[in-house]
């Protein structure tokens, strides 16, 4: 019934920028915090931010001023900008809502 959907990662230089995307049906991102995580490979899940139904955002420590989460509830569309990337940003970016979890984008971060 729920489902999200990320988008937008690919392969960037260090230094380079992306802005992913995470799409819902089946929920309302205007209604619900919405969290962003990130796994690198052979890594454990880290917290990356999140954003509350009023606006208030918060991130962890290595992606303070440098990562921006936003939201466009007429596209029920949550974004995840990153800019000045670093080789150890290379995960994938996973979107969640309460229980639910999308499928995740791959980012690389290389030269």
């Known amino acids: 019934q729920v489902q999200l959907v990320e988008s937008g990662g690919g392969l960037v230089q260090p230094g380079g920028s992306l802005r992913l995307s995470c799409a819902a049906s089946?929920?309302?991102?205007?209604?619900?915090?919405v969290r962003w995580y990130r796994q690198a490979p052979g890594g454990k899940r880290e917290w990356v931010g999140f954003i509350m139904p009023g606006g208030f955002t918060r991130y962890g420590d290595s992606m303070k001023g440098r990562f921006t989460i936003s939201r466009d509830n007429a596209k029920n569309t949550v974004y995840l900008q990153m800019n000045s990337l670093k080789p150890e940003d290379t995960a994938v970016y996973y979107c969640?809502?309460?229980?639910?979890w999308g499928q995740g984008t791959q980012v690389t971060g290389s030269s």
């Open positions: 089946g929920i309302f991102f205007s209604d619900n915090v």
């Open positions: 969640s809502i309460e229980a639910y």
